[in-house]
């Protein structure tokens, strides 16, 4: 399975799951058409799966096109969002497997970002490929719409357990404004430093996907329970602390 990131609208990515050997492809939170189909068209491939993290109009709004294109294609989301996903056939809960050129891949549930909310990941020898929607992004998680502190964080945790080499493919590009908030958090971190220092570097260059190691080295969203985390808010308790962190970056 190879994977092909794709740059839509202001700042999402769009990722394409292609299977080379049948000249097939799989696309995942297609909020865009035409990068898709071009894609498509140039590498004659014909697009069978279309999986979505979430119902939000930037993770959706290619659907009507691609399946005019490719009626054949079948769409993948989440059960509590049945009826808010254009052209969902398949209904997932966490735990579901979904196969992509023949790697069979677990859902995850991820409530918090909105209440639905689930993440598609593929292990590999390597670690695993995860796909993440609007949950965690490059140092920094996504607002919570519709779920609470305690649902996000336990969302953030679990895709926290799974093997630090899993690689992290998040939905939008925002990672430098995300780390130079961490920094506000952990200035003493070394490892975010240099992250940082890296993102600056080459401001042009995609940070997606990231790793699960890079993100629990700096990302405070994945530090709650960490005590300079701890310390820089005051609080103890690591539902606590991750809200508090959400309400600071919400206002940063």
């Given at each position: ?11 999402n990515?769009t ?7 049948r000249?097939?492809?799989?696309v ?17 491939l014909a ?27 079948v ?25 992509c ?5 677990q ?61 992290l ?69 690591p ?14």
């Open positions: 399975m190879e994977i092909i990131r794709l740059p839509i609208l202001k700042d990515y990722f394409l799951l292609v299977d080379v050997a000249r097939q492809a799989a995942v939170d297609p909020g865009q058409s035409g990068p898709v189909l071009d894609y498509l068209s140039q590498g004659g697009l069978t799966k279309i999986f979505i993290t979430h119902p939000d109009r930037d993770h959706i709004g290619g659907n009507p096109a691609l399946l005019q294109k490719f009626p054949q294609a769409v993948y989301g989440s059960r509590i969002d049945q009826g808010y996903i254009p052209g969902q056939q398949v209904y997932l809960a966490g735990g579901d497997e979904v196969r050129a023949e790697v069979v891949g859902v995850l549930f991820i409530p918090g970002h909105t209440l639905g909310h689930i993440a598609y990941y593929w292990p590999t020898a390597t670690g695993g490929e995860l796909f993440c929607g609007d949950t965690i992004f490059g140092g920094g998680c996504g607002r919570m719409k519709e779920g609470t502190p305690a649902q996000m964080l336990a969302s953030i945790e679990t895709m926290g357990q799974l093997p630090p080499e899993t690689r493919w998040f939905a939008h590009e925002y990672t430098a404004h995300n780390l130079r908030f961490a920094l506000t958090i952990e200035p003493g971190n070394v490892a975010l430093q240099q992250r940082y220092a890296e993102v600056r570097r080459y401001p042009d260059r995609p940070t997606s996907p990231s790793t699960i190691g890079l993100e629990l080295q700096t990302n405070p969203f994945l530090r709650c329970d960490q005590p300079e985390v701890m310390a820089a808010v005051a609080k103890a308790d539902v606590a602390v991750f809200a508090e962190l959400r309400r600071r970056k919400d206002q940063f």
